[in-house]
């Protein structure tokens, strides 16, 4: 399998050399030149893979499309070692539940738990492979990588969580100073291992994106101190989020001739492409359906075809934090396919201009319409009033408690509900990480894992900053010695 850019690049890699890069040397993000196809065999195949052996060995035969530079023993050892009942919880890793009030003949629609890794939030699933991932091509090829990223909160703890203790790694992680949940301080900031790095900006979150940009776009530098990052662009997280749509599918079907349909929380739309590479293997698979906040790019661009990048002070803060983007960086990647893969309009459209101009429109591209009748995409939005009342009805209804982002995903599928196809909500984060929210919606905190008693009163490791590129150059160089 070889990967191209989005944007036309003449070069085709394979999956390790693009593993630890970021954008395509054209700006572009890296796709397969093909979708791999699962036919009615091979996806029966699949299913008693998934019945017979379990998640780490799904995640292996799904993965194995895409690497073919791994040695399939590796990669299968990579699997085993990343999807453990200790690491995720339960067994089925992403255990699916319905959503089902006693007396109903049917579930409304199903949760699937992506949300039991170690930060509590779906991107977990991906991030602790990539850590396995980069320390085994870390190793092979004798190198070391700093990696460095901006969060406001789930990314940059699931990164942390997914490299401390790694060989050959240093994270170093900006955050709005303040700006995060306490329990997401908590998290990051209590990690004490010599390879991580918490760096607290005072400034909001483009303030730490802004730094990062600066410091990767110093070539020099980059080169230098061997800097790379872990941001939802990488092709390899995208792949590792492509295997719970096959597991969530397996659980809610029994045959192959069965449809399901996804609801997923999105942000910067790397987890709902992941669903549309499993769609575009073949996985049966309805509807996607996009679920935005406030925020709603991506929920605008699906109504109407206009795609307008928001700027800081259109922004908006939200109770599900994890989806407040000003654009969707994944996003490029399912438009290049929308357009037929022409790389030059995908170019001239997500290029440099896209920032001058704030916008593309694609409403009177006749393309634009396949988005629903051949890709099977729709979407909706939630409000902060919307989020608080889904949680109040979901607890009332089927006494289960979900965080504010799932709830984003409740409200927006069931305005997309058809009786014969069962809906699958993804459950992005478990709500005692936004516990604040959860009590205006319920009066009460939410239950909180054992391992996590306690949490917020461990010695902190973080170090505060200002919003100045040359701190924190300086600093990356005084800790790589
Ligand atoms: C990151 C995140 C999202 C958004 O996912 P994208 O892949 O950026 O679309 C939604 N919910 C939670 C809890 C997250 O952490």
Redesign the pocket.
Same mark, same amino acid.
């Given at each position: 399998m070889r990967y191209l850019s989005t944007r036309g690049h003449a070069d085709r890699k394979q999956f390790c050399e693009i593993l630890l890069e970021g954008l395509a040397p054209d700006g572009g993000l890296y796709l397969p030149e093909s979708y791999p196809q699962i036919d009615a065999l091979a996806l029966t195949r699949l299913r008693e893979v998934w019945h017979g052996q379990g998640y780490a060995y799904l995640a292996f035969e799904v993965l194995s499309l895409y690497i073919d530079d791994i040695p399939r023993d590796d990669l299968l050892a990579l699997c085993r070692k990343t999807y453990t009942p200790e690491v995720f919880g339960t067994n089925e890793i992403v255990p699916l539940k319905p959503l089902q009030a006693s007396g109903q003949v049917q579930p409304e629609m199903f949760l699937e738990a992506l949300s039991n890794g170690p930060t509590l939030?779906?991107?977990d699933m991906a991030m602790q492979l990539l850590g396995n991932l980069f320390e085994y091509e870390l190793a092979r090829r004798g190198e070391t990588l700093n990696i460095l990223g901006a969060t406001s909160g789930?990314?940059g703890s699931a990164a942390e969580y997914a490299m401390r203790g790694k060989k050959g790694v240093r994270v170093f992680m900006t955050s709005p100073h303040g700006r995060m949940s306490p329990f997401q301080q908590a998290q990051m900031f209590s990690l004490l291992d010599e390879n991580i790095h918490n760096i607290a900006v005072d400034g909001v979150f483009d303030d730490c994106q802004d730094m990062v940009k600066a410091v990767s776009n110093d070539l020099d530098f980059k080169r230098q101190y061997k800097i790379g990052t872990v941001n @939802?662009i990488n092709w390899a997280r995208l792949l590792a989020q492509v295997v719970y749509y096959f597991a969530g599918y397996f659980q809610a079907t029994t045959r192959n001739d069965q449809q399901v349909s996804f609801t997923v929380?999105?942000?910067?739309?790397?987890?709902?492409c992941a669903g549309h590479v499993a769609r575009m293997m073949g996985l049966p698979i309805q509807r996607l359906v996009v679920a935005t906040n406030e925020n709603d790019v991506l929920d605008e661009f699906f109504r109407t075809g206009l795609y307008r990048v928001r700027g800081t002070a259109d922004t908006h803060e939200t109770s599900s934090p @994890?989806?407040d983007i000003s654009k969707a960086s994944n996003f490029e990647r399912f438009v290049f396919d929308l357009l037929d893969r022409d790389a030059l309009t995908t170019q001239r459209i997500f290029g440099p201009g896209l920032s001058q101009r704030g916008f593309f429109d694609l409403s009177k591209d006749p393309r634009f319409a396949k988005a629903a009748t051949v890709y099977g995409f729709d979407s909706g939005r939630s409000t902060h009033s919307d989020r608080l009342k889904t949680i109040q009805s979901v607890f009332a209804q089927y006494g289960t408690m979900i965080d504010t982002?799932t709830a984003d995903g409740v409200k927006v599928a069931r305005e997309h509900l058809d009786p014969n196809v069962p809906m699958i909500v993804l459950e992005?984060?478990l709500p005692i990480k936004f516990a604040a929210t959860i009590v205006e919606a319920l009066g009460q905190e939410p239950e909180r894992p054992a391992q996590f008693e306690g949490i917020e009163l461990l010695p902190k490791r973080v170090q505060l900053m200002a919003a100045d590129v040359a701190l924190i150059k300086a600093y990356i160089r005084q800790h790589c010695q």
């Open positions: 939030a779906f991107k789930d990314t @939802s929380p999105s942000g910067n739309f790397g987890n709902v @994890s989806m982002h992005t984060a």
